[in-house]
């Protein structure tokens, strides 16, 4: 079974949403390994490039060579569940790599952890909230794997 990592900014404040995750974080772990990181948001006094650069620092602190960094943002390469199941199964063929994607806090990534990653995905064009997104990429996730296993899940 391969594994997965995920490497989140901030903890999920809204029930729904800490449900949702919960929901495909358990489908999810029957095709995958599935290992998670939740770093404290920046201190709050902070002004936001500062916040940004702190949480990327400690997202950075956290990533090992053998980690093939995926990061969300905003102006990263859109692609339908078809594609990502495609990228899922090349980016979980080498056992030497670890697909890790990372979200940021409400500010985004810093360029750091950007430039780091081999991959920068987009869920959409317009800016959702950190919250969301997490459950989005979940979600994407179970239908690339269910996708790959031939599931009922996804419609093809």
């Known amino acids: 079974m391969s594994k997965l990592q995920f490497v989140w900014v901030g903890k999920l404040k809204e029930p729904f949403f800490r449900d949702a995750c919960a929901h495909y974080t358990k489908k999810l772990g029957r095709f995958h390994k599935l290992d998670e990181t939740i770093l404290k948001d920046a201190p709050g006094k902070l002004p936001p490039m500062d916040k940004v650069q702190h949480e990327g620092k400690a997202i950075m602190a956290r990533i090992k060579p053998s980690d093939m960094l995926i990061c969300l943002d905003e102006k990263g390469k859109e692609m339908t569940s078809v ?46 909230p950190h919250e969301l997104a997490r459950t989005m990429l979940l979600e994407q996730l179970y239908r690339a794997a269910s996708i790959l296993r031939g599931s009922p899940y996804h419609h093809v």
């Open 83 to 128: 594609e990502l199941s495609k990228h899922l199964q090349r980016w979980t063929e080498d056992p030497n790599l670890t697909p890790t994607f990372v979200i940021g806090g409400p500010f985004g990534l810093a360029d750091e952890v950007k430039n780091a990653a081999r991959v920068k995905l987009s869920l959409s064009k317009m800016t959702l």
